[in-house]
């Protein structure tokens, strides 16, 4: 009777983990086209692997939290509120281009005479985070630097959580 019980909860746990590794695959595709996009600066391949608007509004988010930190008076505390969006929109049309991540990506160690890791290698870095994202990070239980999502058939980067320093104009 037990044997009967163990063979579902088999089932189900080798379901579970192809989809986890079905979705790092599927993403890898997509990971590749926007690392050679970087390394190439070819700025449309960027733009369909990129989620804009989700990036600049987490930008915005973490000028709210940094002005909310701030020891500011309340008065500059509003005012940064205010202009928040609108420091966000201007700062990610400047950061989010395939020649501002480059200058990332350098800071991690790769050079545009590299060669871009194929897709199962991207694969095997990428770590499934639930909510149909997957994230890449420097090591295997390190914290996410890039996340990716699904949308539409194509996945695209919806958050940078690496120090926004990072990102230099070049």
């Known amino acids: 009777m037990r044997q009967l019980l163990v063979l579902p ?15 790092r695959v599927d993403a890898s595709n997509d990971v590749h086209a926007l690392l050679i996009a970087i390394r190439d600066n070819d700025g449309a391949t960027f733009d369909r692997h990129v989620d804009k608007v989700a990036l600049k509004r987490q930008l915005e988010s973490r000028i709210v939290e940094q ?12 005012l940064g509120y205010m202009l928040s969006r609108s420091v966000a929109d201007l700062a990610g049309d400047a950061l989010l281009r395939p020649t501002v991540f480059r200058t990332a990506a350098e800071f991690y160690g ?7 890791p194929g897709r199962l290698a991207i694969a095997s870095a990428l770590r499934p985070i639930g909510g149909g994202r997957v994230c890449a990070a420097r090591s295997e239980k390190g914290p996410c630097l890039l996340t990716f999502a699904n949308q539409g058939g194509v996945w695209k980067l919806v958050s940078f959580d690496g120090a926004i320093s990072e990102l230099k104009l070049p």
């Open 67 to 78: 002005t909310r930190q701030s020891g500011a008076p309340d008065g500059l505390k509003a």
């Open 110 to 116: 790769y050079r545009p005479t590299m060669p871009i």
């Open 9 to 23: 909860l088999l089932i189900a746990t080798l379901v579970l983990s192809a989809c986890a590794t079905v979705s």
